[in-house]
């Protein structure tokens, strides 16, 4: 079957930040008055709340743990606006979006709440680049689970075997889009995981304007 749809990661796949986020995420700290906050930390909280509206969750869980009194919503507000401010579209990324929707149905499917996910997707004015655009905040499950998966291709009107998927994690990307049945194929570059052979194809985040679209008119 050839291919009819492709889904892609958000960040670090389509978008990254001009500045590191263990950066951004101690100056959010640091504004809202809040203790310092490590980017570990913040990641494990993050993976325990990717169906919420908003990150408030994620950081009442890490002020929790140092027994401080400051305001979640206060410092997800403070990360929110940091973070967003930063992000970039990867050069050439928009243009290979607008190509690949004359042939493909093309959609987003990004882990992370509501609120801070579509503030990013506003910021690059990405609304009209997908025939689809799903924030994990918004559904029963966050990637790597195959609900996350299935959302998109209902969306989409594909079936898994004729989709694919671009991500840069391979535990939330490659492997989650392969056990869905889906085609993954990884992102490479700074930042990134290492090689997964369960991907189809690996192409470097700057490559993949180029090399894209080629790899999927030869499938």
Not at 14 to 19: E, F, I, K, N, S
Not at 187 to 196: A, K, R
Request: glycine share 8%; hydrophobic share 40%.
């Amino acid at each position: 079957m050839s291919v009819s749809a492709v889904g892609f990661d958000l960040d670090y796949t389509l978008a990254v930040p001009t500045r590191d986020r263990e950066t951004i995420l101690s100056e959010a700290a640091a504004a809202a008055g809040a203790p310092p906050l490590t980017r570990e930390a913040y990641l494990r909280a993050h993976q325990e709340n990717l169906t919420r509206e908003t990150r408030a969750p994620i950081f009442e869980t890490l002020l929790d743990e140092h027994g401080s009194p400051v305001d979640p919503e206060r410092v997800a507000t403070a990360y929110r606006e940091r973070i967003t401010d930063a992000v970039v579209p990867v050069e050439g990324v928009e243009a290979m979006l607008a190509g690949l929707r004359t042939t493909y149905r093309v959609g987003l499917l990004t882990n992370g709440p509501v609120v801070a996910q579509e503030a990013k997707i506003d910021k690059l004015g990405w609304r009209d680049h997908f025939d689809t655009a799903l924030v994990t905040g918004a559904l029963p499950a966050g990637k790597p689970d195959g609900r996350a998966f299935e959302a998109l291709l209902d969306d989409l009107g594909t079936a898994p075997d004729e989709t694919v998927y671009v991500g840069d994690s391979v535990h939330h990307d490659i492997a989650g889009a392969h056990d869905a049945g889906l085609l993954p194929v990884q992102v490479l570059g700074d930042g990134c995981d290492d090689p997964d052979p369960r991907a189809i194809a690996h192409i470097h985040r700057d490559d993949l304007p180029a090399e894209l679209p080629k790899l999927l008119a030869d499938l």
